[in-house]
């Protein structure tokens, strides 16, 4: 597809397993973002990657978030020992990593911890 | 320690008149500013920008106003229409160092046939 897209759609997990959710952003995007919306708040910045330049993982709430992105295209978000507080909205974007370049935000991922 | 603001969470407003968004920022150094729009259900699709070289831009029925000295921006949608129904995000960033984008907790504006 044209778009950025992302998987699953919606997850449901039990507190304290792990959990990954994928994204697979615009093809020839070097930026890639993950971002994630709680119920009632704004888009949190978590980790930024650009090219082969080290993470800006400024945003990751605890030790328990980690992200990787392989060669340069797909991006995986991982949430170890997951606990309620991390319920949300889980959304990439990608961009062309020109300063002003537009981003383009995936459907994101609904993720509820039980 | 909230950057970008949107103090309203809601707005209503009738088919053909004026939606005015608006968005305050702290950091005197953010210097590009963004409004997306969300639906449910998806993720936010760009809508519109600014530099912090201009005051105003403009893109059809969308216009965009940046007050420095106030640290305020505005989006203006004229004239309104019932597909502009949706929740608008204002960010804001810098376009040195990382390019990641502060955003706010979004306006969800009805636009009422």
């Known amino acids: 597809g044209a778009g950025v897209s992302q998987s699953p759609s919606n997850k449901v997990t039990e507190k304290g397993k792990d959990v990954e959710l994928r994204c697979d952003p615009i093809?020839?995007?070097?930026?890639l973002y993950w971002y994630r919306q709680s119920l009632g708040q704004g888009l949190e910045f978590l980790i930024y990657?650009?090219?082969?330049?080290?993470?800006?993982k400024s945003g990751l709430p605890s030790d328990r978030f980690s992200a990787e992105r392989t060669g340069g295209s797909v991006s995986t978000l991982t949430i170890q020992r997951t606990q309620q507080e991390d319920s949300a909205v889980y959304l990439c974007?990608?961009?062309?990593?020109?300063?002003?370049?537009?981003?383009?935000f995936g459907q994101g991922t609904r993720l509820t911890v039980v | 320690d909230q950057q970008v603001k949107q103090n309203s969470p809601s707005l209503s407003v009738q088919e053909g008149r004026i939606s005015i968004l608006n968005c305050d920022y702290t950091?005197?150094?953010?210097?590009?500013f963004l409004w997306y729009k969300k639906y449910p259900a998806e993720g936010p699709t760009f809508l519109i920008s600014?530099?912090?070289?201009?005051d105003k831009n403009e893109d059809g029925r969308f216009t965009v106003f940046l007050n420095k000295s106030a640290k305020h921006l505005s989006l203006h949608i004229v004239p309104s229409q019932p597909g502009d129904s949706a929740v608008y995000f204002c960010?804001?960033?810098?376009?040195?160092?990382?390019?990641?984008?502060?955003f706010g907790t979004g306006t969800r504006l009805k636009v009422l046939a």
């Open positions: 950091n005197s150094m953010f210097d590009y």
């Open positions: 990657f650009q090219g082969n330049s080290a993470p800006d």
């Open positions: 974007a990608s961009s062309l990593g020109v300063r002003t370049g537009e981003t383009f």
């Open positions: 093809s020839g995007h070097t930026a």
């Open positions: 600014i530099s912090s070289i201009k």
């Open positions: 960010a804001a960033g810098l376009t040195s160092g990382t390019y990641k984008y502060i």
